[in-house]
């Protein structure tokens, strides 16, 4: 009750009634103190009265006052609460006062202490970030928030008939309040709603801050050390940190994340890790077993950039999610892929729709094409760096942001992917000691890296999820089974690498350019196996190996079919994206396409100009410089 400090005359201050929301309780009650009344029935011994909806009791006649009929009011307060609940009240005699409401104070349920709730009748407060009708209730899953604890997503069941939309009001994004008891469903926790109740005003707003304060809190990536210094992959840390972060909110707030990853060795090391990564965090999220199948997707890219396939095939699969379970459009992960202008019209296309794009990549990047299209683009060459810090390197750095705990597991990683796109880099001699560590020797990373190119070619646009962490062992249970698959495996590619080498060896054609480089020509198309593996780009790669291994370097090769060429090189400066530039602008009419990195990539013409372009091609290549320090890279864009 309100004193008057000041000093002055109590009794000329109203007193103040309390006036209880409909949801209090006995909780919200205090004794001694005055509540507004409604008398629900009239009994020979005294009234019965209503302060909310769930406190109610009786005024005996020895406390009550005058006569009363239903729905009148009057002013009481708590008398005694009996052994088996039941309630009594005395009349206050008052005539001037002041109301004042009193809200309930719900004791909110954080979605972690469900699993021990099993059974009991809870309140949860939170945003509904998916509704599902399903054929019998339906489920809105609400990210819930309670004091200090972590959110989480809990599926909240409603029923109003097999197959009928419970609580039709409530729609994606609405601030609510649900009451229910917790079941056991599938063996996963459910809330069984008795009250949906969407929230407004105060309780809205509160209930927003909250979430926003915990999602910041809680989206914040791990600390972690990298698993080796190098300077080249600290400069490239404050992006990672800034893309983990955004990854983790993006699995807090439900929505969807969907992989794209290159093709290759070095593609699979980056996408792996990651995709472990957030399944983890999303199984820690969400309260439904089925979320990490549900809200991530990986798979390999179709061409060496996000083409319009691809681009169509994500966007109708997002767009149908959407529509039959409720789910929000994804995000876009490109891993080892992603940053060149030929990106670009499947990124606009994806524009037209709420799907923010993120980029991992090691490819020389054309930042101005995208990166007004993305939300995050993580690329060494941004940094002064180039390909060598390779994709497979960046990623296991961010899975560990997302989950630290998966770092024994992931120190192989970084030398597979080293070791498939041939990277140079300083660390590399770190992350094979790392890997050492690990129980690899360079023999058997390279059977991995092996393995994994065939696995890729034969697994074509399948994720190959199981198999391919079996091969790169990540979130592989069974080592014996692990180390036999790769020497398997490994033993297969090269046994193909062979066959396709005793056939194309016999036809290459050896030149010397003017600059002194030594060029190799293979005609991939009339000189070597056609549709089986290794393609065109691993089987020129092969012919370049083997001719340097015989003649040394500097040394180009070009494996070339009716409307591609493969370049592979060694110890010479090639600008390939730039060589693509000016070869559009000298020869119009030849549809010359294409990039990757610096001295290994891939570019396609029309059939007809076959001739003029690998001609203009050899007279750029025969002004490039000599660079014995260089080395090459794969890029696998075959
Ligand atoms: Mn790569």
């Known amino acids: 009750m309100t004193t008057d400090d000041a000093g002055g005359d109590a009794r000329e201050t109203a007193p103040v009634v309390h006036d209880l929301a409909p949801d209090c309780t006995i909780d919200d009650v205090d004794e001694d103190e005055p509540y507004l009344a409604t008398v629900n029935g009239v009994v020979d011994y005294g009234v019965f009265v209503d302060l909310s909806e769930h406190v109610s009791g009786l005024v005996h006649e020895s406390n009550l006052a005058g006569e009363y009929a239903v729905g009148d009011e009057l002013v009481v307060e708590l008398e005694d609460v009996r052994e088996d609940g039941d309630l009594s009240f005395a009349q206050v005699d008052v005539d001037d006062y002041s109301v004042d409401a009193v809200d309930h104070e719900y004791d909110f349920a954080a979605a972690a202490d469900l699993p021990d709730a099993l059974g009991e009748t809870v309140h949860l407060a939170g945003e509904v970030v998916q509704i599902r009708q399903t054929g019998g209730p339906t489920v809105f899953n609400v990210q819930c928030v309670a004091d200090d604890a972590n959110a989480g997503v809990v599926p909240c069941a409603a029923f109003a008939g097999a197959g009928v939309r419970a609580y039709p009001e409530i729609e994606l994004g609405d601030p609510v309040r649900v009451t229910g008891r917790v079941e056991e469903r599938d063996g996963a926790v459910q809330v069984e709603a008795d009250e949906f109740v969407v929230l407004d005003g105060d ?146 296309n994806l524009a037209h729709y709420d799907i923010p794009i993120a980029v991992v990549d090691h490819h020389h990047p054309d930042p101005d094409a995208v990166g007004p299209l993305l939300s995050a683009h993580v690329n060494p060459y941004l940094h002064d760096e180039d390909y060598r810090v390779t994709t497979g390197m960046l990623c296991v750095e961010l899975a560990r942001m997302l989950r630290p705990d998966l770092s024994d597991d992931l120190q192989h990683v970084p030398a597979v992917a080293g070791l498939s796109d041939r990277s140079q880099g300083e660390a590399m001699p770190d992350y094979l000691d790392l890997a050492g560590d690990a129980g690899y020797d360079d023999e058997s990373l390279e059977d991995v890296s092996e393995a994994l190119d065939y696995l890729a070619y034969r697994l074509r646009y399948d994720p190959g999820r199981g198999l391919v962490n079996d091969a790169l062992n990540v979130g592989c249970d069974d080592e014996a089974r692990h180390r036999e698959l790769v020497e398997f495996l490994a033993g297969q590619s090269r046994e193909a690498v062979d066959r396709q080498l005793d056939v194309a060896l016999p036809h290459v054609d050896r030149e010397e350019l003017a600059n002194g480089a030594a060029l190799y020509r293979i005609d991939v198309e009339n000189h070597a196996h056609r549709f089986t593996y290794p393609a065109p780009g691993k089987t020129t790669a092969a012919v370049h190996d083997a001719m340097l291994e015989e003649h040394g370097g500097p040394a180009i090769t070009v494996g070339f079919g009716p409307d591609f060429a493969v370049l592979r090189s060694d110890g010479v400066r090639l600008d390939i994206p730039e060589m693509v530039e000016q070869l559009q602008d000298e020869l119009p009419g030849s549809g010359v396409s294409g990039g990757g990195h610096l001295v290994v990539g891939s570019i396609k013409y029309v059939r007809g100009k076959r001739e003029a372009v690998l001609d203009a091609l050899v007279e750029k290549m025969a002004d490039a410089e000599i660079d014995e320090e260089l080395g090459s890279s794969v890029v696998g864009d075959d």
């Open 203 to 348: 309780a809205a707003a509160d209930l927003k801050q909250r979430l926003d304060a915990t999602v910041q809190r809680q989206a914040e990536p791990a600390d972690v050390d990298t698993l080796v210094e190098w300077d080249a992959l600290e400069k490239l840390l404050p992006d990672l940190r800034d893309l983990a972060r955004e990854l983790r909110r993006t699995v807090l707030e439900s929505r969807p994340i969907r992989i794209r990853h290159h093709a290759d060795g070095d593609g699979m090391c980056a996408a792996v890790p990651v995709e472990l990564a957030l399944r983890e965090f999303i199984a820690e999220v969400h309260e439904d077993p089925d979320a990490p199948r549900h809200l991530l997707k990986r798979s390999p890219s179709k061409a060496p950039f996000y083409d319009m396939e691809d681009a169509t095939r994500d966007l109708n699969f997002a767009l149908e999610d959407r529509d039959r379970h409720g789910q929000k459009l994804p995000m876009l992960l490109m891993l080892d892929n992603g940053s060149t202008e030929e990106d670009t019209p499947a990124y606009r």
